[in-house]
């Protein structure tokens, strides 16, 4: 089930092949020293990072999920992996509602 998630982090390394740089992590990008210029993600780095984010916490539930199962891992443990890949999931899901939206809005727009 996760792999089928894994293809939209396609769209990540994609971009990378164009010649954008994405990076793995969620934080925003900060002002190098020296330079005069702050810089800002673009809005696909933004939802790249939103998704390996994603994909990282299910697969983290998933994986305490089978050490329960083996009896290796805490209850508190894999309920706390669940719980944080379901809020990840219905955030990925509120922002692609949120999207499709958009476009459908824009797409009733007349020219």
Do not use: C, H, W
């Not at 696909?44 to 891992?73: C, F, H, P, Y």
Request: charged share 20%.
């Amino acid at each position: 089930m996760i792999d089928a998630i894994q293809s939209v982090g396609a769209f990540s390394a994609m971009k990378e092949v164009e010649g954008t740089n994405l990076t793995a992590s969620t934080s925003l990008a900060m002002p190098v020293a020296g330079a005069s210029v702050p810089q800002s993600q673009s809005f696909a780095e933004v939802l790249g990072n939103m998704t390996t984010d994603a994909i990282r916490s299910m697969k983290s539930a998933e994986g305490a999920s089978l050490q329960a199962v083996r009896g290796e891992a805490n209850t508190r443990e894999v309920i706390d992996a669940v719980m944080n890949a379901e809020q990840s999931l219905q955030t990925a899901i509120a922002i692609r509602d949120k999207v499709v939206s958009a476009y459908l809005e824009i797409a009733r727009m007349q020219i």
